[in-house]
């Protein structure tokens, strides 16, 4: 089978004010960053084998911080999986924050086969970055830009938010223009979400930071869309810009439904079993210590067919090209219409869904939740017609 391969690094310096994700505060000294390395490539060998994997067509190193682990581990681990992979990978990311950026990581990465950087920034904005804990000045995003443009000969993709405190249409126009200036061909432009029990959210909630309205953070994000479009950088997810044959293939897979891996503490792992149009998925436990002991064994879900349909639909509609209909019909035995084709047929004569496509249109994107809804209860009955055409 074919298996896209996510690895997870949870350590980071320190965890900024919005983030919810799990992650791990460490520095380069801690212990467990030296026994990570092998129990990761241990858990990589035993997925592979586990699924019969003979391609591995994208792998992305994502985190928390991968770079915090400094470019000898990082050596580690990219000869690790060197040797373990079936196949040479189409696309090799490897996140990084810009504070742990430098010339012995990134030549590490280049030598290792990694041939994308995807860089976590959200603003160059000083006051921005210390209205929400983001660690290192502006000017030091900057130079680890230069150091990248000037020492790495991949693909660079750069995370920005819009919503921040103090941030204006000004500040972020002034943070895109930048980060396309220093060479990325792939900029994801997040809208600032506030997750629960984060600092931020707290001090949302007591008054003392400012952030914007609604609308207002709605009229940024799109100033935002825009001047990356204008700039050559096409959106081809809701909210991910690229140049032409720029697109990231890794999360592609994700957005399509297609199987993955995912090796390391809070990683998880879909593989779609495409006979029975079923899937199975492991998410592993929020434990690093737990999961270094061996205890992580996290927690199996089994996806029936009208829930892989479902997220079938809330994932791939998220995307520009919506959903490839070619894919769905050789996985579910009928085309997308048979389960949301009233839903489409409404959408559309809004001028709000593609006629050429199953795919919203740009405008119609903006409104994805609704729409998604509007399909969720359509698939509710649709499903039962389906269900007896199989008998």
Same mark, same amino acid.
């Given at each position: 089978?074919?298996?896209?391969?996510?690895?997870?690094?949870?350590?980071?310096?320190?965890?900024?004010?919005?983030?919810?994700?799990?992650?791990?505060?460490?520095g380069r000294k801690d212990p467990r960053l030296d026994a990570y390395v092998p129990k990761l490539l241990e858990e990589v060998a035993e997925s592979l084998?586990?699924?019969?994997?003979?391609?591995?067509?994208?792998?992305?190193?994502?985190?928390?911080?991968?770079?915090?682990?400094?470019?000898?581990?990082?050596?580690?681990?990219?000869? =690790?999986?060197?040797? &373990?992979? %079936?196949?040479?990978? @189409? #696309?090799?990311?490897?996140?990084?924050?810009? /504070? *742990? !950026?430098? +010339?012995?990581?990134?030549?590490?990465?280049?030598?290792?086969?990694?041939?994308?950087?995807?860089? =976590?920034?959200?603003? &160059?904005? %000083?006051?921005?970055? @210390? #209205?929400?804990?983001?660690?290192?000045?502006? /000017? *030091? !995003?900057? +130079?680890?830009?230069?150091?990248?443009?000037?020492?790495?000969?991949?693909?660079?993709?750069?995370?920005?938010?819009?919503? &921040?405190?103090?941030?204006?249409?000004?500040?972020?126009?002034?943070?895109?223009?930048?980060?396309?200036?220093?060479?990325?061909?792939?900029?994801?432009?997040?809208?600032?979400?506030?997750?629960?029990?984060?600092?931020?959210?707290?001090?949302?909630?007591?008054?003392?930071?400012?952030?914007?309205?609604?609308?207002?953070?709605?009229?940024?994000?799109?100033?935002?869309?825009?001047?990356?479009?204008?700039?050559?950088?096409?959106?081809?997810?809701?909210?991910?810009?690229?140049?032409?044959?720029?697109?990231?293939?890794?999360?592609?897979?994700?957005?399509?439904?297609?199987?993955?891996?995912?090796?390391?503490?809070?990683?998880?792992?879909?593989?779609?079993?495409?006979?029975?149009?079923?899937?199975?998925?492991?998410?592993?436990?929020?434990?690093?210590?737990?999961?270094?002991?061996?205890?992580?064994?996290?927690?199996?879900?089994?996806?029936g067919t009208k829930d892989l349909i479902a997220e079938t639909l809330l994932m791939s509609f998220r995307l520009k090209e919506g959903i490839a209909a070619?894919?769905?019909?050789?996985?579910?035995?009928?085309?997308?219409?048979?389960?949301?084709?009233?839903?489409?047929?409404?959408?559309?004569?809004?001028?709000?869904?593609?006629?050429?496509?199953?795919?919203?249109?740009?405008?119609?994107?903006?409104?994805?939740?609704?729409?998604?809804?509007?399909?969720?209860?359509?698939?509710?009955?649709?499903?039962?017609?389906?269900?007896?055409?199989?008998?």
């Open positions: 089978m074919e298996a896209s391969l996510y690895v997870h690094v949870p350590f980071c310096a320190g965890a900024c004010d919005y983030c919810d994700f799990y992650s791990v505060s460490a084998t586990l699924f019969g994997v003979q391609a591995v067509p994208t792998v992305f190193i994502g985190g928390g911080t991968p770079s915090l682990l400094g470019s000898a581990r990082i050596r580690a681990l990219l000869d =690790g999986l060197a040797v &373990l992979l %079936p196949s040479r990978p @189409r #696309e090799f990311t490897m996140e990084a924050n810009p /504070e *742990s !950026v430098d +010339a012995a990581f990134i030549d590490a990465c280049g030598e290792g086969g990694v041939d994308r950087l995807s860089v =976590g920034i959200q603003s &160059l904005d %000083p006051r921005a970055r @210390r #209205e929400v804990g983001r660690i290192g000045p502006g /000017e *030091s !995003v900057a +130079a680890a830009l230069d150091l990248i443009r000037s020492r790495f000969r991949g693909r660079l993709s750069v995370d920005l938010i819009s919503g &921040l405190p103090s941030q204006d249409e000004a500040s972020l126009l002034s943070d895109i223009a930048a980060v396309v200036s220093a060479g990325a061909d792939h900029v994801s432009l997040y809208s600032l979400t506030l997750g629960e029990g984060t600092p931020l959210a707290a001090r949302s909630a007591a008054g003392t930071v400012r952030l914007p309205s609604g609308d207002a953070a709605d009229e940024l994000w799109i100033s935002g869309r825009d001047e990356l479009e204008r700039l050559g950088l096409g959106q081809y997810e809701i909210s991910n810009f690229a140049r032409p044959g720029s697109e990231c293939l890794h999360n592609l897979r994700y957005w399509r439904m297609e199987s993955w891996l995912g090796c390391g503490p809070a990683a998880s792992r879909t593989v779609v079993d495409e006979p029975s149009a079923t899937a199975v998925r492991l998410t592993r436990e929020r434990d690093v210590d737990a999961w270094l002991a061996g205890s992580g064994a996290g927690e199996e879900e089994r996806i070619g894919l769905f019909r050789s996985r579910f035995g009928v085309p997308p219409e048979f389960f949301i084709g009233r839903t489409l047929g409404l959408w559309r004569s809004r001028g709000l869904a593609r006629a050429d496509a199953v795919a919203l249109g740009r405008d119609g994107l903006l409104l994805l939740d609704r729409f998604l809804v509007d399909c969720l209860a359509e698939l509710d009955g649709s499903y039962c017609r389906y269900e007896e055409s199989r008998r």
